[in-house]
C-alpha cells in the first residue's frame, strides 16, 4: 500500500495568553497549563497556601466531587449536611460537597453501602461526576456501540456511554497505543484538563480538536490494517465516528465536517471489507471494498480536502478487490 502523511484538518489557533503564571509549579511548558490558569480564573480551582498546585498528585473521590461541585453550583451557599454515607462524616471537610452530589445523583457509593472518599478517582468514574452535573444526555450516543479501544470493548459496561460521550465532547482520546484507559487513576492536572475541554465544548469551541483527534485516529486505521488488524482498526473508526458526530454537533452544515461524515462511512467499508476477508466470506468483502470506494467518491464531491484520505480509501479497496478476484480465479 502507498504510504501516505497528510495534515488537512489543521486550523491555525491563537493560543490563550494569561497575564501571569498562577502557581509556582505549573510552568507554560505543560499540557495541562492553559487548563489550569483557566479554570483557576474561572473560580473553579483553588492552589495550596505556598502558592502550589500540585497538577501530578493523585486525586481522590472527595476531591474530584469537590472540583465539580464548584463548577456548577455556588460552594459557600450549599445545605448543611451531617453525612450520606457510613464512611463520611458530618465533620469532614468534604461532607457537603460529597452529600450534595450524592443527594442529585451525581454519584453513588459502592455495593457495600460505603462512599471511599479517598479512594484514588479513576478517569471513568470522573466523566460519570461531571457529566451527571452537567446534566449531558448520554442517551445521544445511545446508537454507537462499537468497541472503542482495547480497554473499551463491552458497550454494556457501565462507563461505556460516559466514555463515548467524552470522546464526542473532546474531553479525552486514545492514547499511542490505542487505549483510552477508563480504570486509570487521575491527576490534578489531568482533571483539569477533561474539564476545560468539556467547559470549551460546551461553549462553542474545540471542532479543531475534534477533527485533529479524527484525522488522527484516520491514520491509525490505515496502520492497523497494515497490520492486518482490522480489528483494532474497526476501534480507530468507532472513534472517528464519535469525534465527528461532535464536531457535528457545533457545525453540521460546515462542508469539512459534511466531508469527513462521508469519509467515516467510507472508512467503516473498508474496514468491514477486511473484517469480512479475513473471516473468509470472500463475496460480501467484494460487495463491500467496492461500497468503500463508491462512498470515497460521493466525499470527495463534498470538499476536496478529504481527497488524500479518499484516494487512500480507494487504493486499499482496489487493492483488497484485486487480491479476493485473484484468489477468486485460482479456485
Not at 65 to 79: C, D, E, F, S
Not at 275 to 284: A, D, P, Q, R, W
Request: overall charge negative; aromatic content about 10%.
Amino acid at each position: 500500500m502507498r504510504l501516505m502523511v497528510f495534515s488537512i484538518f489543521f486550523f491555525l489557533v491563537t493560543p490563550s495568553v494569561f497575564a501571569e503564571q498562577a502557581f509556582s509549579d505549573v510552568s507554560p511548558s505543560r499540557e495541562d497549563y492553559q487548563a489550569i490558569e483557566d479554570l483557576k480564573l474561572r473560580g473553579i480551582l483553588e492552589g495550596r497556601p505556598d502558592g502550589t498546585f500540585g497538577p501530578d498528585d493523585r486525586v481522590n473521590r472527595a476531591e474530584a466531587i469537590t472540583i465539580v461541585v464548584r463548577a456548577v453550583a455556588n460552594a459557600r451557599n450549599l445545605p448543611k449536611a451531617d453525612a450520606c454515607f457510613p464512611d463520611v462524616a458530618g465533620d469532614d471537610w468534604y461532607v457537603i460537597t460529597v452529600c450534595y452530589a450524592a443527594d442529585l445523583d451525581w454519584v453513588s457509593g459502592y455495593p457495600d453501602g460505603t462512599f471511599q472518599p479517598v479512594r484514588t478517582v479513576a478517569k471513568a468514574e470522573f466523566l460519570k461526576i461531571l457529566l451527571n452535573a452537567y446534566g449531558v444526555d448520554t442517551s445521544a450516543v445511545k446508537d454507537f456501540r462499537d468497541p472503542l479501544a482495547k480497554d473499551a470493548m463491552n458497550p454494556d459496561e457501565w462507563y461505556f456511554p460516559f466514555l463515548a460521550t467524552a470522546l464526542s465532547l473532546s474531553m479525552t482520546s486514545a492514547d499511542t497505543f490505542g487505549n483510552l484507559n477508563p480504570g486509570a487513576a487521575l491527576t490534578r492536572g489531568q482533571v483539569a484538563l477533561m474539564m476545560e475541554r468539556y467547559l470549551l465544548y460546551r461553549e462553542g469551541q474545540r471542532v479543531q480538536e475534534l477533527l485533529t483527534y479524527a484525522e488522527k485516529d484516520i491514520r491509525a486505521t490505515f496502520t492497523n490494517i497494515d497490520a492486518l488488524s482490522p480489528e483494532r482498526a474497526a476501534e480507530d473508526v468507532a472513534r472517528v465516528r464519535l469525534a465527528v458526530f461532535g464536531a457535528s454537533n457545533r457545525q453540521s452544515e460546515t462542508p469539512i465536517i459534511t466531508a469527513t461524515r462521508k469519509l467515516v462511512d467510507a472508512l467503516r467499508a473498508l474496514v468491514d471489507a477486511y473484517k469480512l476477508t479475513k473471516e473468509g466470506n470472500l463475496v460480501s468483502a467484494l460487495e463491500t471494498s467496492g461500497a468503500a470506494y463508491r462512498l470515497a467518491d460521493e466525499a470527495d464531491v463534498l470538499h476536496s480536502s478529504v481527497r488524500p484520505y479518499t484516494d487512500r480509501v480507494r487504493a486499499y479497496a482496489h487493492d483488497l478487490a484485486n487480491d479476493i478476484r485473484e484468489y477468486q480465479n485460482k479456485e
